[in-house]
């Protein structure tokens, strides 16, 4: 299985816009729940956002409004645009997948890191104040 691979994280202005992007290479999309988690210095890897098989968008409260999930199921990347960042939103971002085929969830399963059986290395994201 190729790698998952992170790109777009940088140094931004709190307010700034940065977007992420995460080649899939080798896995159709249309198949499997991608995943954006995040983990900040000190603390635990948490979910903030993810995209179902069936195109369904999911978003921790956090970046709700703020950030938004898509993919390119031909050029098999998933995005995550994030607006109107905040120095809370520091973090090593990690792009993930669930390799079960048209997996479905119970109620906020899609959340959990341990759901998840592919990451990539993460790309880092700061928000200066």
């Known amino acids: 299985q190729v790698p998952l691979v992170e790109s777009g994280g940088g140094l931004v202005q709190a307010g700034g816009s940065l977007r992420l992007s995460c080649a899939a290479s080798?896995?159709?999309?249309?198949?499997?729940?991608m995943a954006w988690f995040r983990q900040a210095p000190g603390k635990e890897r948490e979910f903030v956002s993810s995209?179902?098989?069936?195109?369904?968008?999911y978003y921790a409260d956090s970046v709700k409004g703020r950030f938004a999930i898509s993919r390119d199921i031909p050029n098999k990347t998933v995005n995550l645009q994030m607006n109107n960042l905040k120095p809370e939103d520091t973090a090593v971002y990690y792009c993930?997948?669930?390799?079960?085929?048209?997996?479905?969830?119970?109620?906020?399963?899609?959340?959990?890191?341990?759901?998840?059986?592919?990451w990539g290395q993460g790309t880092q994201v700061t928000v200066s104040s």
């Open positions: 080798g896995r159709i999309l249309s198949r499997y729940t």
């Open positions: 995209i179902s098989w069936g195109a369904n968008t």
């Open positions: 993930a997948a669930d390799l079960g085929q048209y997996r479905t969830y119970q109620t906020g399963e899609y959340s959990l890191a341990g759901i998840y059986q592919d």
